[in-house]
């Protein structure tokens, strides 16, 4: 009898652990929970800037919230050689477009990588898009906006300031 409550405890002691790691889809972190968030909301933009490419590469988020035009500015610490330039753009395109379509009032977005600034802004992103980014609700959808326009043959040097 106590051999088989050893292995019972033992079995619903796993079964506890596993299931208590893992997440059901409905809690899994979604960036798009934070949709409509404000630019002053320095948790939003922390949590949804860390989601994104290069997110572990952050060194310091900033925000421009006195007066507008609103920005958020990235400061992200060295990175491995071997990243482009052609990447450093793509992830800056990348970033920018969640921000736009998360928060309501960015009006620009720095990028700060060790070896070069890039800004973008909201009205020339959305141009470059032929679309207004707040209206995607789902995380999917902007992907494929994303993939779409960067294997495109347009310009993306037109995207920055």
């Known amino acids: 009898m106590k051999k088989l409550s050893v292995y019972v405890l033992t079995f619903v002691s796993v079964i506890l ?17 934070y949709k409509d968030s404000y630019v002053g909301n320095n948790s939003a933009v922390i949590n949804i800037t860390k989601q994104l490419k290069h997110g572990k590469e952050l060194k310091e988020i900033s925000l421009q919230t006195q007066k507008k035009p609103y920005g958020v500015t990235l400061d992200y610490k060295k990175m491995s050689e071997n990243v482009t330039e052609k990447e450093l753009k793509d992830t800056a395109i990348s970033n920018a477009t969640f921000l736009f379509a998360l928060i309501k009032n960015v009006d620009t977005v720095t990028f700060k ?26 995380e999917e959808e902007l992907r494929k906006l994303i993939k779409k326009q960067l294997k495109s043959d347009q310009e993306m040097d037109a995207v920055f300031s």
């Open 17 to 33: 652990f596993v299931s208590g790691c893992s997440q059901s889809e409905t809690e899994k972190s979604t960036v798009f929970k």
């Open 113 to 138: 990588f060790p070896n070069q600034d890039l800004t973008v802004s909201r009205a020339k992103l959305e141009d470059w898009y032929d679309v207004t980014l707040g209206d995607y609700k789902k």
